[in-house]
């Protein structure tokens, strides 16, 4: 089965990091993604992590450790725009979709 | 290119009506998906196809009924609309990576709320 753990809500202030963590419990574990929610809006995809290690995209990183069933988004340089619910979604072989987590929402002040 | 498209984008039912939420994608993916969002809950997998002509029941399918009869569209059906099913539903399609489907794209969402 598959069940995945995110803390709910951190706020933060404009220029800061943030470190969003994710834990997974799946049999046939591929791969972990990560997605962005905006209020009103879809989801939208930001990475995706197969192999151990730091994949970095622009000011987001994600890492993933398969060892320990853990992988985290980093979102660097907190602009307003960042200001969103983050979720992880894991990906196992043998079926074609996706497992969300519940989602941690990110609030950037001035 | 529209992506994935989503009719109707709001709308109130009452308890025991039907109704059909359209989903269509001109990016030309085998995959499609429906979810539903409640506040807190993070997205739940309904139904979905991996292929026209194809389904399979997700996490939550009880109550909805779903058909995939073109490749570009995908129905997601209530036959008698419960409160509990008052919800944001997101249509997502992807392409057929080898394995698995790592990256969705998702429509605008249908707010839907049952009286």
């Known amino acids: 089965g598959q069940s995945l753990e995110q803390p709910s809500e951190v706020t933060a202030v404009e220029g800061a990091i943030v470190q969003i963590n994710c834990t997974y419990q799946?049999?046939?574990?591929?791969?972990l993604s990560w997605y962005q929610q905006h209020d009103g809006g879809a989801p939208t995809f930001l990475s995706y992590n197969g192999l151990d290690g730091l994949e970095e995209t622009g000011r987001f990183s994600s890492f993933l450790s398969r060892s320990d069933s853990y992988g985290y988004l980093l979102l660097q340089e907190l602009q307003m725009k960042d200001s969103a619910s983050y979720f992880c979604?894991?990906?196992?072989?043998?079926?074609?979709?996706?497992?969300f987590g519940k989602g941690n929402q990110v609030v950037v002040i001035p | 290119n529209a992506g994935v498209t989503q009719t109707p984008k709001f709308r109130v039912l009452k308890t025991g009506q039907s109704m059909t939420l359209l989903c269509a994608q001109d990016m030309n993916h085998e995959y499609m998906y429906w979810y539903r969002q409640d506040p807190g809950m993070g997205l739940r997998l309904i139904h979905y196809?991996?292929?026209?002509?194809?389904?399979a029941k997700g996490e939550v399918p009880d109550g909805y009924n779903v058909s995939r009869l073109k490749k570009q569209n995908f129905l997601l059906g209530l036959e008698s609309a419960a409160p509990s099913q008052t919800s944001v539903y997101f249509c997502?399609?992807?392409?057929?990576?080898?394995?698995?489907?790592?990256?969705?794209?998702f429509g605008p969402g249908t707010r839907l709320t049952v009286l």
């Open positions: 997502a399609s992807s392409y057929q990576t080898p394995g698995l489907a790592r990256e969705q794209f």
């Open positions: 196809s991996v292929g026209e002509g194809t389904t």
């Open positions: 799946t049999s046939g574990f591929y791969g």
């Open positions: 979604a894991v990906s196992s072989y043998g079926n074609n979709r996706l497992a």
